[in-house]
C-alpha cells in the first residue's frame, strides 16, 4: 500500500485565489482526517469524514474553507479565497475505527 | 476547556540513556491515548495506543504507561539512539463513534551520540 497520497506537497499562491488540496485515503479506512500544524496552533483537527460522509466540520476556521469526500478513496479541501494567514501545513490522515492514524506527508501552503 | 500539555522545552539526552516524555491533560476523560513520532518536513507516524483500562504497553524499545487518576501518560525510549531524535506527539481520544483525535503540541527530543 502506497499510503495516505496527498498533493500538491508544496502550493504557493496569492492572496484571493482558490486553493485545492487533494487527498487519497489508504483503501478500507472509514475515517478520513483534515488537519492544519503551523508553530503556534500545533496540530488542529479541521473537519472528519466516516465512511464518505461528513461528521464535524466544527474545527473549520470559516466560510472560506470547505471539504468534500465524493467516494472513498477521494477528498478534496479548497480554500476560497486564501489569506496569508492560512499558510500552514495541512495534512490528510485515514484510520480504521479505535486504531492509529496513517498520515500522509502533507501540502505546505504559503499565501502570499 | 479541553487542554493538552507536553513540555515545550526541548528535552537533551545522551544515547543509551532512558528519555522520558509527559502528557498531561485536563478536562477531558480520553477512552484512549496515542503516541505520534513527527520527523521534519513529514507527517506523524503513529507508534502506541494504549486504552483507558490498560496501565502500561509496551513495544520494542518503547513503553507507555496511563493513569487517567494523575490524568497523565509517560512515554519512555530505552536504550536511546540518535535516530531517535524527532519531534513526539501524544494525542487523545474519545472513543466511541468520532475516532477523532485531540493532539498536544509535542515534545521535541534530542539524543547526543
Keep these: 500500500d502506497a499510503g495516505v497520497i496527498q498533493s500538491p506537497r508544496h502550493e504557493v ?4 485565489q482558490e486553493v485545492t488540496l ?3 485515503p489508504i483503501s478500507g479506512h472509514d475515517y478520513l482526517f483534515w488537519y492544519r500544524q503551523t508553530m503556534m496552533r500545533g496540530l488542529e483537527l479541521l473537519i472528519y469524514f466516516n465512511n464518505n460522509v461528513p461528521i464535524d466540520d466544527s474545527g473549520m476556521p470559516e466560510d472560506r474553507f470547505s471539504a468534500k469526500m465524493p467516494n472513498a478513496s477521494f477528498s478534496t479541501l ?9 499558510s500552514a501545513v495541512y495534512f490528510c490522515a485515514s484510520s480504521p475505527r479505535g ?3 496513517t498520515f500522509g506527508s502533507g501540502t505546505r501552503l504559503t499565501v502570499v | 476547556s479541553q ?3 507536553q513540555n515545550s522545552e526541548a528535552l537533551n539526552i545522551q544515547e543509551g540513556k532512558t528519555a522520558t516524555l509527559t502528557c498531561n491533560y485536563t478536562n477531558y ?10 520527523d521534519p518536513g513529514r507527517g506523524p507516524v503513529f507508534l502506541l495506543l494504549i486504552r483507558e483500562n ?9 513503553k507507555v504507561t496511563f493513569d487517567t487518576t494523575l490524568k497523565q501518560s509517560l512515554f519512555h525510549i ?5 535516530a531517535d531524535s524527532a519531534t513526539y506527539l501524544c494525542a487523545l481520544g474519545d472513543g466511541g463513534a468520532t475516532n477523532k483525535l485531540i493532539f498536544g503540541t509535542g515534545t521535541l527530543l534530542a539524543v547526543q551520540p
Design chain 2, 54 to 62: 490498560e496501565k502500561e504497553k509496551r513495544k520494542e524499545r518503547l
Design chain 1, 99 to 101: 486504531y492509529g492514524y
Design chain 1, 22 to 24: 487533494r487527498c487519497k
Design chain 2, 29 to 38: 476523560s480520553p477512552a484512549y491515548l496515542q503516541w505520534y513520532r513527527q
Design chain 1, 78 to 86: 479548497k480554500i476560497q479565497p486564501s489569506e496569508p494567514r492560512d
Design chain 2, 78 to 82: 530505552t536504550a536511546s539512539q540518535p
Design chain 1, 13 to 16: 499562491t496569492e492572496m484571493g
Design chain 2, 3 to 5: 487542554k493538552i500539555e
